[in-house]
């Protein structure tokens, strides 16, 4: 070997030492911030990181199982919630390109028995982007009570929304809508002969050997299935049962973080879909507000790596009976976040940014302790005096964190339990410290309703409507109290 041949190798290799030890750096720092989040009660799950294509960390926190003390692993299966929604648009795109069904026509095309005064207005993209109009059925009054445990076929349950009145003309904007993806995976079956599940198996899972993926079903046995949790306070507890044919094409799938990250590698490759299809996936069709808008079965948004250049990320969370999940994409240096938690909602999208941060050489914010974790026992257990005074204290101490989700999933569960005082007082916490959301707002003027403060109840809600414009929920209610 000549001198020359032999320093590019020395080179060559010290490159590779040095992009090495940068990793096992940053897989640390990763392993340090999640371990955080873990020991707060905040994180507790399997995680992997990708960077240019190569997983530089994967690992489990907590338990899949806290009866038995099984520990998560990287191969622990979770439900996914709403990440099924990419899967589905995959799908519905891939019928497309087979020449199968159009885009832009009319979805009675397709379901003939749909009732055609709204189906004839909606087209396939509507559903794709949640710009149906079609009520969530998710949000529904008495949804989780009246229908969450009953098994459906996708005929049956599609009668349950598909004749209601369309909340604004399809196009219009953007509403989040799990009813729009049910609807995309009842044409799955109508078009292609199979059942979702089937063609889901065949046209993506088996090609890309996700041998941990699949439509979950509750009374099949899975191995290495986690248990689904949710937290009150720092309690903890077994998730209410939901039957798996509820959330169907819009949220029933499970997978684990390595299978997912198969499925991120697959994206950026022409094995299952033309790259023109696969473009179709990643365009931003329609704001959703702010800098995000949505493609079809993703969230599309920016952010600034450490040289302040634009990143364009992909990504899409999921929630579901004691499961939240993430899977956070960066297409322009092959980067990857997945995290799967099965202890109920909890706040990915912060320990995401971290991970993101730790990526890109940037400065994060250190996790804290929740101070919803405290004031719902108290609350609870003491009542809305103990309560506030218990958050005035704690305020001041720097290692708590007041976060706007968590005081409200607070509110909600002191609400549900009959406590609506010391609910008006949790939800008042977060008009404190979050003023310009709109949500907040709207979750006080609800409580005060249920208290049958209805001045107080008119006043939260106009200024949740002030602030956000596009809350219909909080506009209906608004009308209701109104009429009375």
């Known amino acids: 070997m000549n001198k020359s041949i032999k320093l590019i190798a020395v080179c060559f290799i010290a490159t590779l030492s040095t992009f090495s030890l940068a990793a096992q750096d940053k897989a640390k720092k990763i392993d340090q911030l999640l371990s955080k989040y873990n020991e707060y009660g905040q994180f507790n799950g399997s995680a992997l990181v990708s960077e240019n294509g190569k997983v530089i960390f994967k690992k489990g926190y907590g338990s899949a199982n806290m009866e038995w003390n099984i520990p998560n692993q990287p191969d622990t299966k979770f439900r996914l919630g709403s990440i099924s929604k990419q899967f589905t648009a995959f799908l519905i795109v891939k019928l497309a390109e087979d020449g199968k069904l159009k885009l832009d026509v009319p979805i009675t095309t397709y379901l003939p028995d749909y009732p055609k005064a709204n189906g004839d207005k909606i087209t396939i993209h509507h559903l794709l982007t949640h710009t149906s109009g079609i009520p969530n059925y998710t949000s529904a009054p008495n949804f989780f009570k009246e229908k969450s445990r009953n098994s459906y076929s996708p005929e049956e349950f599609v009668k349950t929304f598909s004749s209601l009145p369309l909340e604004f003309t399809p196009g219009e904007k953007f509403n989040y809508s799990n009813s729009g993806y049910f609807l995309l995976g009842y044409i799955i079956e109508k078009i292609s002969g199979k059942t979702y599940e089937q063609y889901l ?5 088996t090609p890309l050997k996700m041998a941990n993926t699949g ?97 364009k990320i992909i990504e899409h969370g999921g929630g579901i009976n004691g499961f939240n999940t993430i899977i956070s994409r960066v297409p322009a240096d092959k980067n990857l976040v997945v995290l799967l938690n099965n202890t109920g909602g909890t706040i990915l999208g912060e320990m995401n940014e971290g991970i993101r941060a730790i990526l890109y050489n940037q400065p994060f914010n250190e996790p804290k302790k929740s101070m919803a974790l405290e004031l719902l026992d108290v609350y609870s257990e003491n009542g809305a005096i103990a309560g506030t005074e218990l958050y005035k204290k704690l305020k001041k101490d720097p290692i708590y964190g007041i976060k706007e989700a968590d005081i409200n999933r607070v509110g909600y569960v002191l609400l549900q339990n009959g406590k609506k005082k010391e609910a008006i007082e949790a939800f008042k916490i977060n008009v404190e410290n979050f003023p310009k959301s709109g949500n907040v707002y709207d979750s006080l003027g609800e409580a005060y309703l249920a208290d049958g403060d209805k001045k107080l109840a008119i006043e939260n809600y106009t200024k949740s409507i002030e602030l956000d414009p596009k809350n219909e929920s909080g506009k209906k209610a608004l009308a209701e109290i109104l009429k009375k």
């Not at 198996?201 to 899972?205: H, P, S, V």
């Not at 198969?262 to 994206?267: G, N, P, T, V, Y």
Request: net charge negative.
């Open 215 to 311: 439509y979950d079903h509750s009374d099949i046995i899975l191995k290495n299935r986690a248990a689904g949790y949710e937290k009150q306070g720092k309690k903890i507890i077994n998730s209410a049962y939901l039957d798996m044919s509820i959330p169907y094409a819009a949220g029933s799938l499970y997978s684990t973080v390595e299978d997912l990250y198969l499925w991120d590698q697959a994206l950026y490759t022409t094995k299952l879909l033309s790259q023109k299809s696969m473009d179709l996936l990643f365009k931003p069709y329609i704001s959703t507000g702010g800098d995000s808008a949505y493609g079809y079965g993703w969230f599309l948004e920016e952010a600034s790596n450490a040289d302040k250049a634009k990143l």
């Open 201 to 205: 198996q065949e046209t993506i899972l």
